[in-house]
């Protein structure tokens, strides 16, 4: 019974989303039409431009933020979790504070340095600021991770000779890699949902990546309000993620769940 | 060997100071600005005139309300609704890891998409649960425009998308309280409802207390949901502070006011959780005293 | 041997004709439009004829959302971002002010030269410039008008307690539920309505860039409002009410009066529409002895003063502002013109025989404060006002705070103001 009404909660508002989505206009807006029709995906799929795009723009947004976040927060995580104690601890609560930060304050200095720096409308560009936020919750589970090795192995390693990188790259990194699979997905999850920084620093129609894209269509809504379109580019933006959820749910939930401990 | 680690951390460490601190140490000289187009846009020192509109802005103070408000009815509904959630998925039953799976989908999806969807179910009179009052017989709620309503239905889409995490976290403490607890806790035969206030509650505390700050911190910067939700209406009655610090930048042009108020929420957001943390550490210290 | 001679001659001038095709490509200039999409959508047929007209220019129009914020918010985002794809933008009245203060407008007057304005009708040539520079030229003229049903009486009210005394026997007879709708929603849509009735009992928004909230003219007026639905006059959900809504209600017959902009005539009088051929228009009341306003709300080109391409992006201005585009405009989307000799159109006056009225209409028609922090005097005054008709607060109380709040802002906002 009750987990009867857990994935109702859950799943209720997606599947009315669904539902609406199949339904013609006039159903929705009260009058007694039966039949499905695909027409709201149809238009949403040609419009201008086209919903492809958007999605294609979170992709390539949430593959950059998540080697660049990975790029750096792994040999910081290692330093971290090979610092003496002291200096670690105030460090690490220092990124956990940072994590816990809510990033929509910071959009107004990161506005003004994307316009400085000319990084305004790339989307590459936006890696920079999604990595600098996603940093603090990547060190925290790689370095708990990593304190989870034992040093006598990355002694023995030193005593046959191998340097940092070397030690890191076939003895470490190995051992991370589910702690580095969760932290990605998480990085992912993150730029993939992130708003106020996108919208302030994406202005082309055709370069907007989801979040700020939905936005836009709901601000476009004064005569008639376009609740099937609505309703199909939820599901359209939804997908990705449940398809995403579904085939990763391990690492993202012990990647949330490490966090939560070790942090 | 030492500076050899530090090197390794430079990089992370540069670009978590340009992203956190620099905005913070900006915000600061320019509240002493004025940017706005009456000055063409360019910065004019005004001394502390900024923290004085500030101090007698009414919107601000409202603002702070209805921001705190926000946060303390979903925080509390998310955590309760998290624990509960957390229990029974804790509970040994068949599809566990489906169910957990599918209880989570909330929190991945982005919060804007799923903004425009309760917007939709919230839609008077055509919404889902109107429709269902009106089949009843009942007159329709107007979720979003009433201002004694709509903050309510904000509330409930942001429950609605955050509880699956803090039902994490509160699971992954659960896991970690080792189970002959509560089997010496049977012998001794205390009810199940004692085993969790004896034993579960106190051992989750630590658990409970980050996801508090977490999502406490995350509610009083909310921003997304409701400018997509309600875009601060209706009568302006939820719009939080990050919202109005967005339209003091992006619809005035108004940039030095922009910095002050987004300071102003950070001393809020610092204030509180500061002072949740201290609580916490307060009463915990009195409880083992009295132990 | 000489058919190798040939086909190096055929290589040669295939070679040089891709080359000027190249170079001809080259030297077409972009010009790139930001429109609300109602207008992208209405000037669709333009785009296209001058495409095809204009070898060395490519229009394109890029449709901005529908709402008219949230059109300024994209167009204001990527010029803050000093990264705007756009030469010119399609604004509405009050932007004007706060685009040219930040710097981002073009004078036009060098562009466009100084008689540019004498074709204007009376009431459109307001709002386009100021400071000594014209930074606007205007494509399509609004202005508020009050619409009356001539199947429910003789002739319209022209003072606020005549148009109380019909709407009340109207209500008392049982012939319609309301007396008047308007737009009473926490917008621009509110401080639109409040001008016309503000200039109806006497007062004014600024004098001397001096609120004048607090006047007594400006109480009467919130004074009117309230009353309006304290009696019943004004159905209590107007404090939710944007155009659609108020012209909803009206069109199913539900109301005498209602306030809107000229679109709402054209869809009155469409086919379907139970009240075509039952509908009028006329200026907004007022007490006897002062002006029947109408607020004016024009749409019209500004070119940025970060184009690349300015001179073919004036070409587009006049092209699309001319008298044959404004009047293609009017025939086929119903839009009001701004110049003379379009309102004067004989093959049009037949058409539409309410341009005469659209003609003095506008030339009643009044603007809001032309000032760059005109976004939040306006943001301040709907606030307050809507928390009078929701009933949440005391008429005099609330507009004491606007005229204090409307001080304090003008006195602050950059500094020295």
């Known amino acids: ?231 199909a580019a939820t599901v359209l933006g939804s997908a990705p993620l449940i398809l995403l959820m579904l085939l990763f749910q391990r690492q993202i939930i012990s990647g949330l769940t490490q966090g939560a401990i070790k942090g | 060997m030492r500076w050899r680690l530090w090197l390794l951390m430079a990089p992370a460490l540069a670009l978590l100071l340009a992203v956190f601190a620099a905005p913070l140490l900006h915000y600061l000289w320019l509240s002493t600005q004025a940017q706005t187009v009456l000055t063409g846009l360019r910065p004019q020192p005004i001394g502390a005139q900024q923290w004085l509109r ?113 039902a994490l976290l509160l699971l992954a403490g659960l896991q970690t309280i080792p189970a002959d607890l509560y089997e010496a806790a049977a012998l001794e035969g205390a009810t199940p409802w004692q085993a969790l206030q004896r034993i579960t509650l106190p051992l989750l505390t630590p658990y409970v207390l980050i996801a508090l700050l977490f999502r406490l911190a995350q509610a009083l910067g909310v921003f997304d949901l409701i400018q997509v939700l309600t875009g601060g209406g209706p009568a302006g009655s939820t719009e939080s502070l990050a919202l109005y610090a967005y339209l003091n930048a992006m619809r005035f042009l108004d940039f030095g006011y922009s910095a002050t108020l987004l300071l102003g929420s950070f001393a809020i957001l610092l204030l509180l959780c500061s002072t949740a943390a201290l609580a916490w550490r307060w009463s915990s210290r009195l409880q083992g005293e009295l132990r | 041997m000489a058919l190798r001679w040939r086909l190096l001659l055929v290589t040669l001038t295939a070679a040089l004709l891709i080359g000027f095709g190249a170079l001809a490509r080259a030297r077409v200039e972009p010009v790139s439009v930001l429109m609300p999409a109602p207008f992208a959508d209405a000037s669709a047929d333009l785009v296209q004829e001058f495409n095809s007209s204009h070898q060395g220019i490519q229009l394109t129009v890029t449709r901005g959302p529908l709402e008219t914020e949230a059109v300024s918010d994209l167009a204001i985002s990527s010029l803050l971002l000093e990264n705007s794809p756009y030469d010119l933008l399609l604004m509405d009245v009050t932007w004007t002010p706060k685009y040219a203060a930040a710097g981002w407008l073009e004078p036009l007057e060098s562009w466009l030269g100084t008689d540019a304005m004498e074709d204007l009708a009376a009431g459109a040539e307001l709002g386009n410039a100021f400071s000594g520079h014209l930074w606007r030229f205007p494509l399509v003229a609004d202005m508020g008008l009050l619409y009356w049903r001539t199947d429910l009486m ?155 391409h300015k001179a073919a992006a004036v070409e587009v201005l006049r092209y699309l502002t001319s008298a044959e585009a404004q009047k293609q405009l009017n025939l086929r989307w119903g839009y009001t013109p701004t110049r003379l000799s379009v309102f004067e159109d004989p093959e049009l006056l037949a058409a539409n025989p309410a341009l005469g009225d659209l003609q003095q209409a506008l030339a009643a028609s009044v603007l809001r404060p032309l000032s760059p922090v005109y976004a939040q005097l306006s943001d301040l005054l709907y606030r307050e006002l809507n928390t009078v008709i929701t009933g949440d607060r005391a008429d005099q109380t609330a507009m004491q705070q606007v005229q204090s709040n409307s001080e304090r802002l003008l006195r602050t906002s950059g500094g020295q103001g």
């Open chain 3, 154 to 308: 003789e002739a319209p009210p022209r003072t606020p307690a005549e148009l109380v005394a019909i709407s009340r026997r109207l209500q008392r007879e049982s012939r319609v539920t309301w007396g008047y709708v308007w737009q009473g929603k926490q917008y621009e849509g509110l401080s639109c309505v409040y001008l016309e009735v503000l200039r109806g009992f006497g007062g004014s928004w600024l004098m001397d860039d001096q609120p004048q909230l607090d006047s007594p003219a400006a109480l009467a007026a919130t004074g009117w409002l309230q009353d309006l639905v304290r009696q019943g006059v004004t159905p209590a959900a107007v404090a939710n009410m944007g155009e659609p809504e108020a012209l909803q209600l009206f069109q199913a017959g539900d109301a005498a009066f209602m306030r809107n902009w000229p679109y709402a005539w054209a869809e009155l009088n469409k086919p379907e529409s139970p009240l075509r051929g039952k509908v009028a228009f006329t200026t907004m009341v007022s007490d006897v002895g002062n002006p029947h306003a109408a607020t004016q709300g024009s749409w019209g080109f500004s070119l940025l003063a970060g184009s690349k």
């Open chain 2, 54 to 166: 500030l101090w007698n802005d009414g919107r601000f103070w409202q603002d702070t309300w209805q921001t705190l408000r926000f946060s303390a009815a979903s925080v509390s509904l998310e955590m309760l609704l998290g624990l509960v959630v957390a229990l029974l998925l804790n509970q040994p039953l068949r599809g566990r890891a489906l169910l957990r799976t599918i209880s989570l989908l909330p929190w991945a999806l982005p919060t804007t998409v799923m903004a425009l969807g309760w917007r939709w179910i919230f839609n008077d009179p055509y919404g889902p649960i109107n429709r269902l009052l009106a089949w009843l017989g009942l007159g329709a709620i107007p979720f979003l425009s009433n201002p004694a309503i709509t903050w309510m239905a904000a509330v409930g889409a942001d429950t609605w998308k955050t509880t699956p995490f803090v």
């Open chain 1, 1 to 231: 019974m009750a987990r009867l009404l857990l994935l109702l909660w859950s799943l209720g508002p997606m599947l009315w989303q669904l539902y609406s989505s199949l339904r013609p206009s006039e159903a929705l807006s009260g009058v007694d039409a039966g039949g499905w029709t695909l027409e709201h995906y149809r238009q949403l799929l040609q419009g201008d431009p086209p919903f492809l795009t958007y999605l294609i723009n979170s992709v390539v947004v949430g593959g950059s933020s998540t080697a660049l976040t990975l790029a750096l927060a792994v040999p910081c995580a290692y330093a971290l979790s090979r610092l003496g104690r002291r200096q670690a601890r105030s460090l690490t609560a220092l990124v956990a504070a940072a994590a816990a930060f809510p990033a929509v304050l910071l959009f107004l200095a990161l506005l003004e340095l994307a316009r400085d720096w000319h990084l305004a409308n790339q989307l590459m560009a936006l890696s920079l600021p999604y990595a600098g936020l996603c940093l603090p919750l990547a060190i925290l589970l790689l370095q708990a991770a990593f304190a989870d090795i034992p040093m006598e192995l990355e002694e023995a390693a030193l005593i046959e000779g191998m340097g940092l990188w070397q030690r890191l790259r076939w003895i470490l990194l190995p051992l991370m890699a589910p702690a580095i699979a969760s932290s990605a997905l998480l990085v992912f999850l993150f730029s993939w949902n992130e708003y106020p920084i996108a919208l302030t620093w994406l202005s082309r129609t055709e370069l907007l990546t989801l979040a700020p894209a939905m936005a836009r269509i709901a601000g476009s809504s004064v005569y008639t309000i376009p609740y099937g379109a609505f309703a």
